[in-house]
């Protein structure tokens, strides 16, 4: 599996979180995911687009995501449009649809530790005979931890695992899958409204090889980044950012890029409460 797919894989699920529209960029990373759920009454709505440089694949996610009712409940759905290269050329289409759950365990986005366990669920919506979805129903684990490190840095950590019990590939043949990954980032927070960071992210693939059997690699990618924030006064927040995903190890040689886009406002009109 190419580092663009394992990104696509993490990027599916990630929960953005959130904080208050109007202040500094808090969320909004790339490819790891923070320990933050949406506040009540906010609403966040995410673009993540990904392009493989080496193989002219690419994909595009949507996420929105929504505070059930407060921050302590956050449910949110992510669709998947992408270009699949493979041997026997290439296809493009919708992929498999992801509803996520995640509970704010530990703090929250004003704490110096955060924790917000997750539980994704994927809906083979992908056509598996043109390798876009994988086939089955699958259940994504994720455990992310955010941490104030100082006034200027912030460090998120990621793990979890993705099972897909009967996935299929596009001959038909079965096997269980299971899918780790293990991710960190590290943001500078130079301004409030721009920041610099670094993510890395390795991931452990298995694809369907035939009837009961599998073939694994290994994913590891390291992705220097920026992002900045427009802050308006009717409390809507856009972030937009770049990022250069890098394959190093397993996934040396490598080259992707990435672009972000997102729009966070209240859901209702404070001043009129």
Do not use: C
């Not at 924790?115 to 005979?129: C, H, I, Q």
């Not at 840095?153 to 990621?158: E, Y």
């Not at 038909?172 to 293990?182: C, E, K, M, R, S």
């Amino acid at each position: 599996m190419r580092p663009l797919a394992a990104a696509v894989i993490l990027a599916l699920a990630r929960a953005a979180a959130a904080q208050e529209p109007s202040g500094p960029i808090q969320d909004n990373s790339f490819l790891i995911e923070e320990a933050y759920n949406q506040e009540a009454g906010v609403v966040q709505h995410i673009n993540l687009f990904l392009y493989d440089w080496k193989s002219g694949g690419w994909a595009w996610t949507f996420t929105q995501e929504w505070p059930v009712p407060d921050e302590t409940h956050q449910l949110s759905y992510t669709v998947l449009l992408s270009r699949v290269e493979h041997d026997s050329g290439a296809n493009t289409g919708l992929g498999d649809f992801a509803l996520n759950y995640r509970y704010q365990l530990i703090g929250n986005g004003e704490a110096k530790v955060a924790m917000a366990p997750r539980l994704t669920v994927f809906f083979p919506t992908g056509s598996r005979a043109r390798s876009l979805g994988a086939g089955s129903v699958g259940l994504q684990v994720g455990i992310p931890v955010s941490v104030v490190l100082s006034d200027r840095l912030v460090a998120h950590a990621n793990a979890g695992a993705l099972w897909t019990p009967q996935a299929r590939d596009a001959q038909g043949d079965h096997a269980n899958l299971v899918i780790p990954y293990a991710g960190a980032s590290l943001v500078f927070l130079a301004r409030d409204n721009w920041n610099a960071l670094v993510e890395g992210l390795w991931v452990r693939t298995e694809s369907v090889a035939g009837e009961h059997s599998v073939t694994i690699r290994e994913t590891a990618l390291i992705s220097p980044g920026i992002r900045y924030a427009w802050n308006f006064k009717s409390g809507l927040q856009i972030v937009a950012g770049v990022g250069v995903p890098i394959g190093v190890g397993p996934s040396r040689g490598q080259y992707s890029v990435l672009a972000y886009l997102s729009f966070e406002h209240p859901m209702w009109d404070a001043s009129k409460k």
